[in-house]
């Protein structure tokens, strides 16, 4: 079975200043792996995903994430962070053969401050 | 941009009620996910369905829980009775098969509260 753990619940940090936010994953198959964001109150909506190919994935409001197999890690990242950023970060994983099944991690909070 | 509405938005409800919770999937969309989210468990996957049969309903409380999907455009989920440990925003999402070229797309949640 597939599981994903994302390292911190909280993460504060200053407004324009550099974000990582981690995320482990273990699968003994291939798989394919996800952020989500979600705003207060809102559901959940793709940042990005590794499916194949490049191990470095871009992804929307210029967040992008590493994929790197022999770690077993999918950090997702951001040079300059905004206020409006502040929202809750999952990574997901599901296995890359036909079954569609995502499991998230338990999230991250992203708190940007002025 | 196309969206996966769900009703209620919220709904609040005696312990030992009913409850019903819908959700309308993407347009040509044939795989559907039901996901409870609390602040203890995170976001948990109850039910998925992919061209209306379930697929794996393992997440779900048997004995109260039953997901369903009468037709294409409509996805249920049914909790009788409910108790306070119910109490969540229950997710619904949808997607194209097991192509992920576009994620699945989540609704806005229905908010369940059982006092």
């Known amino acids: 079975a597939q599981s994903v753990t994302q390292l911190d619940s909280q993460v504060p940090v200053f407004e324009e200043a550099p974000v990582e936010l981690r995320c482990n994953y273990s699968?003994?198959?291939?798989?394919?792996l996800f952020w989500y964001v979600q705003y207060p109150n809102q559901g959940l909506q793709l940042l990005l995903k590794?499916?194949?190919?490049?191990?470095l994935v871009k992804g929307i409001n210029g967040f992008e994430a590493e994929f790197n197999k022999s770690q077993t890690s999918f950090h997702l990242r951001k040079p300059s962070v905004h206020i409006s950023d502040t929202a809750e970060y999952f990574c997901?994983?599901?296995?890359?053969?036909?079954?569609?099944?995502?499991?998230f991690g338990q999230g991250t909070t992203l708190q940007v401050k002025p | 941009d196309a969206r996966v509405t769900q009703t209620p938005r919220d709904k609040v409800t005696e312990m030992g009620q009913e409850v019903t919770m819908r959700c309308q999937p993407i347009?040509?969309?044939?795989?559907v996910f039901w996901y409870r989210q609390t602040m203890m468990q995170g976001l948990e996957l109850l039910a998925y369905?992919?061209?209306?049969?379930?697929?794996?309903d393992s997440g779900m409380p048997k004995d109260r829980f039953s997901a369903e999907m009468p037709d294409a455009t409509l996805a249920t989920l049914k909790i009788q009775p409910s108790e306070p440990r119910d109490s969540a925003v229950y997710f619904c999402?949808?997607?194209?098969?097991?192509?992920?070229?576009?994620?699945?797309?989540f609704g806005s949640g229905t908010r369940l509260t059982v006092v």
């Open positions: 699968s003994s198959v291939s798989v394919y």
């Open positions: 347009l040509g969309h044939n795989t």
């Open positions: 997901a994983v599901t296995r890359s053969s036909n079954t569609g099944k995502l499991i």
């Open positions: 590794y499916l194949s190919g490049s191990t």
């Open positions: 999402a949808s997607g194209l098969g097991d192509s992920f070229n576009y994620g699945y797309t």
């Open positions: 369905f992919r061209n209306r049969a379930p697929l794996d």
